[in-house]
């Protein structure tokens, strides 16, 4: 991919913190590598994008961002492979994704040459932060807030994109145990359930609570008309596998297109595996699940990369998922993973190496 080179303005720490963080016991997202960007959107147009040490950013209380909620976010990794080359998986992706998002909330689009170069210069600066071996990773938040001062409800005239950087293992370091929502929706026709609004996340947080007093780890979404099909699992998409087919709800309005699920999705049928992507009945899993057919589920998305599912609770009833050989989810992790540590030939032309 061409990138087009711009000027950023560069200002580096004088004293990095790698030292305070222990990198193999990491809480995900709590520490933030040395640089940030921050582009700054007015007078109708974007700034010099400058990156600079991490760190707070002054703002005013009446900042729209805080009263009504304006901000997108895109969620990606840099790899480090044997040789030290730092890698991006499927970057242009999360570029479009972002200004897709961005304009379902009224804000501009970000220009893609500040883009990847803002994103080349903080991994360069900070590629100590990125750790080699599979599971290890350089998690990269990039993220957009209304920052006009001032509390009318209308979109804001000023914007800030901050890019920060966290070093990341597992999300989930187990399988996970989830319920079927019946009451409380994520997303509804004609909403923001496609767009990565950070709006979208908060409001899963008290259904999920809910879900984890009863020993629930997350809550697979149901479409909010009828709650009678499966749509997306806490941050992740989610996929099935009756028999040996593998199922997957179609991206809408409603549903994130996300970059590991159409990956998955990829790997599997470039496999031969039967891949059907369509509504997904509640009642038709249950049923699978009763007769034997259901063989696993697991959730899909970039921070988690693919976690397995221990089982469901649908109206109070617990159904475990067998142990089996050969699973998808594992094999499609490893597949996805081997090309994102340029362990495997990338027959996609998905990696993109930060040079
Ligand atoms: C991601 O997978 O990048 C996400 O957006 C999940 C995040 C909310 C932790």
Known sequence: METQRTTLDITKTSATRINE???????????????????DYKDGKWQTPQVLPYGPIPMEPSAKV?????AVFEGMKAFKDEDDKIWLFRPEDNFK???ISAERLAMPA???????????????????WIKKGKGNSLYIRPFVIGTENGVSASP????RFIIICCPAKAYYSNPVKVTIAQKYSRSADGGVGYAKAAGNYAAQFYPTNLAKEKGYDQVIWTDANTH????????????FRVGDKLITAPTND???????RKSIIALAEEEGVDVEVRRVAVREIVEAA?????????????????VPFLGFDFNDNYYELPEIENSYGAKFKKMLQDIQYNLAEDKFGWTYEVK
């Open 21 to 39: 963080v222990d990198f193999d016991n990491l809480a995900f997202g709590k520490h933030c590598s040395d640089h940030m960007m921050i582009c």
């Open 97 to 99: 994704r972002i200004n």
């Open 290 to 306: 009763k007769n034997g057919a259901l063989k696993e589920i697991f959730g899909a998305g970039t921070a988690a990369t693919i």
């Open 66 to 70: 805080f009263h009504y909620g304006q």
């Open 156 to 159: 804001s005239s000023e914007y």
């Open 254 to 260: 409603r549903i994130l297109d996300g970059i590991t």
């Open 110 to 128: 970000f220009p893609k040459e500040y883009f990847f170069e803002a994103l080349e210069t903080i991994l360069e600066l900070d590629k100590d």
């Open 228 to 239: 009678e099909y499966l749509e997306e699992c806490g941050t992740m998409n989610v996929f």
